[in-house]
């Protein structure tokens, strides 16, 4: 039977008295952009000697922009009424007790080789990607739509991009491979409606951290229609269907609205360099991240690996249909490709397209949408990720993460298809690979997936494994912007979890 992992109860991780003293010093690390005086110490009580540290030699990150539903995914409720369950059923798994949503065939073949954790729960119900990705709550809240506010906290990928830039020192020079790279295309970009969000950035670290992001060049094959207000989208929809001639390539500046690839960079280097001399005297405002990005680029493209990793023509048929032929599944293969060259950190989302409050966000056409697009996406490409790492025996040092900023409310909306407000006090995030344990169940919620009845952990616990297993102690300091020491993120590692 399944084996549901308990231990010591906590109480809801709301703002502890040591959250508001952090929250109020990120919120005067001032305006000017830059990096971090550098990695200083580790706090007492370091976690290295728990099971799995640096087992994962890299991670790729699958994040779910607009949060899915629990009970429609990992925690089923088939004895709840139905307007708790829904429409859909369950069906049984690979691990025997542990039942997923029936739209889920695929993943349930492969949830042997995975941590389910059914009990994550904060305080936050909005789309606070900053929180999940951070370990850090942002306030005050308009701060989620101000991305280059400088008191965020960096992303997850950006703080291992730069302590493992610390660790190699100025004599070890750009990597061969990003060490933080991001797909499909820069977050928060290819949708009208709304503002940005925060989250994916470089924070207090300064722009030069920001992930490295792609571009996606190729053709949809299948129309959608969204509304927004009194916004209408209609066109083709890249997360339900993508051209086989589809591909990813890579920005000259990595980040919104970079148009230049990597061979138009080639041809132009000589030009580059002899603009080097007078573009340092112009913008002197562009500061050591101009350098930084500058060397990188110059590094990849002396690459033939890397470029390599961007054509997914080397891979056979079968491979790419595994993961399936959707902008999430083509990118998630990429992201395979990229890790094995040499890459640290690869975060994929799935993002808002065409519209804002589209992606997870299913306040309305929960169930068509669920049905036709998103759980035949995730099912698709998650399971191929894990059987494709699991058959080239990478499994082991690759880490996979899936998770997003909440969860959905239990109670079904009486509106048009259906509909699941955003709900933060029970969801479920699941992990795999690179030191997780395998067919694994951490926490448990109530009947109707409402709240924890057994090991609530925090999306800052979750951020504190992460960086355990790649390495990173989660106690390590770093310094502001002041030069003032703060450790990664204020959290326990997740014992449970480790294999």
């Not at 008295?17 to 952090?22: M, P, V, Y």
């Not at 000017?32 to 099971?51: I, Q």
């Not at 088939?78 to 025997?96: C, K, N, Q, T």
């Not at 542990?98 to 949830?111: G, K, N």
Request: hydrophobic fraction near 35%.
């Amino acid at each position: 039977m399944i084996r549901v992992l308990g231990g010591r109860k906590q109480l809801c991780d709301g703002l502890t008295r040591r959250d508001l003293l952090q929250v109020g010093s990120l919120g005067m690390l001032g305006a000017a952009l830059g990096g971090s005086g550098g990695v200083l110490a580790r706090e007492a009580g370091s976690t290295s000697s728990l099971p799995g540290f640096g087992q994962a030699k890299s991670c790729i990150m699958l994040f779910m922009y607009g949060s899915p539903s629990q009970i429609e995914t990992f925690d089923p409720k088939p004895d709840a009424p139905v307007a708790i369950r829904g429409e859909f059923g369950h069906i049984p798994s690979s691990v025997p007790g542990l039942d997923v949503c029936e739209r889920l065939p695929h993943l349930a073949q492969v949830m042997d080789k995975v941590t389910v954790l059914r009990s994550v729960s904060h305080l936050y119900p909005v789309h606070g990607v900053a929180y999940a990705t951070t370990g850090n709550p942002v306030i005050p809240l308009a701060m989620e739509l101000n991305p280059r506010d400088p008191a965020h906290w960096p992303y997850i990928g950006s703080v291992v991009d730069f302590v493992d830039g610390q660790r190699a020192g100025s004599s070890g020079g750009p990597p061969a491979v990003p060490r933080n790279m991001a797909l499909p295309f820069a977050f928060s970009s290819q949708r009208i409606g709304e503002v940005a969000r925060a989250g994916p950035y470089g924070g207090f670290l300064g722009q030069a951290y920001d992930p490295i992001y792609t571009e996606f060049v190729g053709k949809g094959t299948t129309k959608a229609s969204k509304t927004l207000a009194k916004l209408t989208w209609d066109d083709f929809e890249l997360y339900r269907g993508v051209t086989p001639e589809s591909r990813f390539q890579l920005g000259a500046s990595g980040g919104p609205g970079a148009t230049v690839t990597v061979d138009q960079l080639d041809r132009r280097r000589s030009l580059l360099q002899q603009l080097e001399e007078a573009h340092r005297k112009i913008d002197s405002s562009g500061g050591p991240g101009v350098d930084r990005n500058r060397a990188m680029a110059y590094q990849l493209l002396q690459s033939a690996k890397f470029r390599q990793a961007f054509d997914l023509d080397l891979e056979t048929f079968d491979t790419r249909a595994l993961y399936g032929m959707t902008l999430f599944g083509q990118a998630t293969l990429t992201a395979r490709r990229l890790v094995e060259v040499g890459g640290r950190f690869v975060t994929v989302f799935w993002d808002e397209y065409g519209l804002a409050g589209t992606g997870w966000d299913t306040h309305w056409d929960h169930f068509p949408r669920m049905k036709d697009e998103l759980l035949p996406g995730i099912d698709r490409t998650l399971s191929g990720l894990l059987l494709d790492l699991d058959r080239r025996g990478t499994l082991d040092e690759t880490l996979v993460v899936l998770l997003s900023e909440h969860g959905r409310t239990p109670q079904i909306g009486n509106v048009q298809g259906g509909g699941r407000d955003h709900w933060s006090r029970c969801y479920s995030v699941v992990m795999a690979g690179g030191g997780v344990g395998r067919g694994r169940v951490v926490g448990k919620s109530d009947k109707i997936g409402s709240d924890p009845l057994e090991r609530r952990v925090s999306p800052k616990d979750i951020l504190a494994t992460i960086y355990h297993l790649l390495g990173i102690d989660p106690a390590t300091m770093i310094a502001d912007r002041l030069g003032r020491p703060i450790p990664l993120v204020h959290a326990d590692v997740i014992p449970e979890v480790l294999a």
